[in-house]
Nanobody, 125 residues
Framework: QAHPVESGGDSVQSGGSLKISCREP?????MGWFRQGFGKERRGVAT???????TYAEYVKRRFTISRDNEKKNLYLQMNDLKPEDSGMYYC??????????????????????WGQGTLVTVSS
């Protein structure tokens, strides 16, 4: 099966903004973003169900916005007020077995079946 392809990662200054994208072939009920900081564990950032309902990890609330375009099969993450601790590899994930109540960023990463290769975001102070 085809895997997601992320793009848009870049180096930005602290306080800056960046929008990353994911092209995900196929139709997926649950989609989201995970990230892995340098030397850190992979953790969920935000998820969005096919009905457009988003959920955010506490540490990105009011700074990040997840959205999806089901027709274009794209997933986006708008990141504002970036901090150095937001640096890391951002992965697009997708799954068709997670129901809405389990399509959450705190759902174990192993529950998401489809992963991209990641796009690197670096935030400098």
């Amino acid at each position: 099966q085809a895997h997601p392809v992320e793009s848009g990662g870049d180096s930005v200054q602290s306080g800056g903004s960046l929008k990353i994208s994911c092209r995900e072939p196929g139709h997926w009920f649950c989609m989201g973003w995970f990230r892995q900081g340098f030397g850190k564990e992979r953790r969920g950032v935000a998820t969005i169900y096919v009905d457009g309902f988003p959920t955010y990890a506490e540490y990105v609330k009011r700074r990040f916005t997840i959205s999806r375009d089901n027709e274009k099969k794209n997933l986006y993450l708008q990141m504002n007020d970036l901090k150095p601790e937001d640096s890391g590899m951002y992965y697009c994930v997708a799954d068709n077995y997670l129901v809405s109540r389990n399509c959450k960023p705190d759902t174990d990463a192993s529950k998401f079946d489809n992963w991209g290769q990641g796009t690197l975001v670096t935030v400098s102070s």
